[in-house]
């Protein structure tokens, strides 16, 4: 185990992030490496992304290009297919047209503040650990109306158990500030989350 | 926060589990209340489970009768269709046959230990916390050959991010030993497991 933790301490500061992604499932096809982002991957000459390996770092996939659509955390691991790196989704979503990395990503310190209502108003609760019931920690309904981080990035999901939508939320973007639900993400259409917890490297 | 945390610890103890499942989506329907296994929906005049609400405890549901077939671990919420308790996978799952409380759920102290091979055998890790990239923490691949749970319950999926099948992991099951990935679940037809995570009431 101490030898595990020396692991994962170099890890942590190996700094540049890498990706690796392919046209066709199992890692076949045309491929490209990445260590930073990519707005548009048919400036690539591919179509779509049908499996990846993230060899360092957090990413965040996106449905469509220039960073727009569904969001999807990507962290270090093999996805031999759609399956593996979308959510559960009410519509199935079979494209990842952009990516880039979650610079925010943090192992020593994540906290953010979740508020009941829009622009940080209502009840208050602030994170600072992984949640995949935010109803069985003690938030009353399965909504947040608004939200911010002060450190680190976060992942946010729609319902228990780390399922269906996901919203990267870092300090980094926006100020860290989400004031109502459609600043979730361009695919947000319900302040309904219940699960959170933090993106770390 | 105080408050929030006071609010937790009661939960925690209050003992008693209980779920609502509908047969049609969004709380619609037919609906039973349980506190206990359901062994088969069937007996109930229900064909299938669209929807449901945990309440109390945390659940583990299974596609078929006789809990048998894929996984799916039910934590405090609201689950208004399919998508919401499912996870991501090859073959669309859309039924829930069967269910039953998780007992060995711990929020007190988790431990489970991972080996490389089938048997206990090869390079060993063990586990006390959330790990939703088992790579980033330093395991050298992305499968486990066998598992032994001291405390508490896990559980494994197949994929980076807590995505792809699930087995669900407890103490009081097997003696808590899982020799080979044949034994991880019914469903169960690959040793690959990317990320681990407790369940936690």
Chains 1, 2 share one sequence.
């Not at 930073?36 to 469509?64: D, P, Q, T």
């Not at 940080?120 to 009353?140: F, I, K, N, T, V």
């Amino acid at each position: 185990m101490a030898n595990q933790t020396t692991q994962m301490n170099m890890n942590m500061h190996m700094g540049p992030w890498k990706i690796t992604v392919y046209d066709q499932e199992y890692y076949q096809g045309r491929w490209w490496e990445f260590t930073s982002c990519c707005k548009n991957i048919m400036e690539y000459g591919m179509e779509n992304i049908r499996s990846l390996k993230v060899e360092c770092g957090a990413w965040v996939g996106f449905e469509h290009s220039s960073y727009n659509g569904q969001q999807f955390v990507l962290e270090k691991g093999d996805y031999p297919c759609f399956e593996a790196y979308m959510g559960s989704h009410g519509y199935r979503v079979e494209r990842m047209m952009s990516f880039r990395p979650v610079y925010s990503a943090c192992h020593k310190e994540s906290r953010m503040c979740v508020w009941e209502c829009e622009n940080m108003m209502g009840r208050q609760w602030e994170l600072c650990d992984d949640y995949p019931s935010l109803q069985a920690m003690g938030w009353h309904n399965n909504e947040i109306g608004s939200m911010r981080v002060q450190s680190g990035a976060w992942v946010c999901y729609q319902y228990p158990g780390y399922r269906g939508y996901q919203y990267i939320m870092e300090c980094d973007c926006h100020g860290g500030e989400y004031r109502c639900y459609r600043e979730f993400g361009t695919h947000a259409h319900t302040p309904q989350i219940q699960s959170i917890r933090r993106i770390q490297h």
